[in-house]
């Protein structure tokens, strides 16, 4: 059993930068691989970028490579998602999200993952 609450989101104008950060609870943290999705209204939801366990292989979104990066510390029990150069179609409710599966390769699937955050907006101005 693990909780995710995610923070950081906000009001940006497009090039601008976020840093979502999200916390997590339970001791088997460590072990699941963390992914971050986001979901625009009448979209569907997407994954943008995702972890393994141990931090070693990661996965990105063609729409975000090269702008996004997912990193986790595990001492702290928290995965975060450096945003850069934002664009207006970046605007949506990003999700936290651990997946149980302990693979060596990151998932993109949203249902593949276990656990959510209850989401953190981000909004960004042209």
């Known amino acids: 059993q693990v909780q995710l609450v995610e923070s950081g989101g906000g009001l940006v104008q497009a090039g601008g930068s976020l840093r979502l950060s999200c916390a997590a609870s339970?001791?088997?943290?460590?072990?699941?691989?963390m992914g971050w999705f986001r979901q625009a209204p009448g979209k569907e939801r997407e994954c943008v970028a995702a972890?393994?366990?141990?931090?070693?292989?990661?996965y990105y979104a063609d729409s975000v490579k090269g702008r996004f990066t997912i990193s986790r510390d595990n001492a702290k029990n928290t995965v975060y998602l450096q945003m850069n150069s934002l664009k207006p179609e970046d605007a949506a409710v990003y999700y936290c999200a651990a997946d149980r599966s302990r693979t060596g390769y990151p998932r993109s699937g949203q249902y593949e993952y276990d656990y959510w955050g209850q989401g953190t907006q981000v909004t960004v101005s042209s």
């Open positions: 339970g001791r088997a943290f460590s072990m699941y691989a």
């Open positions: 972890i393994s366990w141990n931090g070693g292989n990661t």
